[in-house]
């Protein structure tokens, strides 16, 4: 059975780098055909698909967070990350990973757990 | 971008009742609609992908239909496990986008 689940540090310092892995196992996230991505939902609020990566290194990010964005996979640790930087208090909110299907469509079959991150002096 | 917006934003209804949420997009995305179901504290979980298809295990109480750019999820006799927020995901094209959801209380 696959799992993801997130790690990092719950709290970050505005304007600082916020920073979160997601392992994966019961899977390769080698595996053809799948991406590997983020997802955030902020307090309360919806669903906000963030970005995501193939193990080759091809990533997709959401236009309006590209500039601060940033995801990367290491097979060797079967895991990916992500990074944002320039964080504010907007960027407060459970952060999930997500397993994207298939190639052929933006679906999401796997999430891990989530992470509450806050963004606080 | 392709907005997503759902109605209503919540409803209460009665355990045996039939729950129709409604989905609409900001343009065409053909079959590219996915449902999902998310209990307070946990992640949310795929029910229906491409519209109408149920994702394995998903009970058939839930269906879903539509294409173009209205889509509806229906509930067939809720259950008191149904009760959740269910989202709407447009899978057509990048980025991938959620509707604003719609709470189900009993």
């Known amino acids: 059975q696959l799992q993801l689940q997130e790690s990092g540090p719950g709290l970050v310092k505005p304007s600082e780098t916020l920073s979160l892995t997601c392992n994966v196992s019961?899977?390769?996230?080698?595996?053809?055909?799948?991406?590997w991505g983020w997802i955030r939902q902020p307090p309360g609020k919806g669903l906000e698909w963030i970005g995501s990566i193939y193990y080759s290194g091809s990533t997709f990010y959401k236009p309006s967070l590209k500039s601060r964005v940033t995801i990367s996979a290491d097979t060797s640790k079967n895991q990916f990350s992500l990074r944002l930087n320039s964080v504010t208090a907007a960027d407060t909110a459970v952060y999930y990973c997500a397993r994207r299907i298939d190639s052929s469509s933006w679906t999401f079959d796997y999430w891990g757990q989530g992470t509450l991150v806050t963004v606080s002096s | 971008d392709i907005q997503m917006t759902q109605s209503p934003s919540s409803l209460s209804a009665s355990v045996g009742d039939r729950v129709t949420i409604t989905c609409r997009a900001s343009q065409s995305i053909s079959s590219y609609l996915n449902w999902y179901q998310q209990k307070p504290g946990k992640a949310p979980k795929l029910l229906i992908y491409v519209a109408s298809s149920l994702q394995s295990g998903v009970p058939s109480r839930f269906s879903g239909s539509g294409s173009g750019t209205d889509f509806t999820l229906t509930i067939s006799g809720l259950q008191p496990e149904d009760i959740a927020t269910y989202y709407c995901?447009?899978?057509?094209?990048?980025?991938?986008?959620f509707g604003q959801g719609t709470k189900v209380e009993i």
């Open positions: 995901q447009q899978s057509y094209i990048t980025p991938p986008a």
């Open positions: 019961g899977g390769s996230i080698s595996s053809s055909g799948y991406y």
